[in-house]
């Protein structure tokens, strides 16, 4: 059996992939949200083409957050439509936490502004 121990008998490579594999665990768990956030602002743009009434509007935001599996309550959703010039705003706020090793570390108040 080999030991693992380099030339010097130091146990520095260990370290280095010890951080490097620290890293990417740590870069995949503050990533998701966002990349959630990113593909959710992609359905809510083609959810407001559409010409339905602002209350069904309401409801295909929330239902396909919960697709998501973003923590939304019906009132972080909102959603103004102008009946004169057919514009759309829509506000969508929730908070998602930041669990690292069985331990929430940190909350990310992330949110969806646009009008169309």
Sequence with gaps: MKKLLNQKG????LVTIFFIVLAVYLGYKFATPYYKMYTYKIDVLSIANLNISQEEMKKRFYQTG???????E???V????DPETSRVTIEINWTE???LFGKPVSELELAIDVSK
């Design 66 to 72: 919960l697709d998501y599996k973003i923590p939304l």
């Design 74 to 76: 019906s009132d972080d």
């Design 10 to 13: 130091s146990v520095g490579p």
């Design 97 to 99: 936490e930041v669990v």
């Design 78 to 81: 909102k959603v103004i439509k």
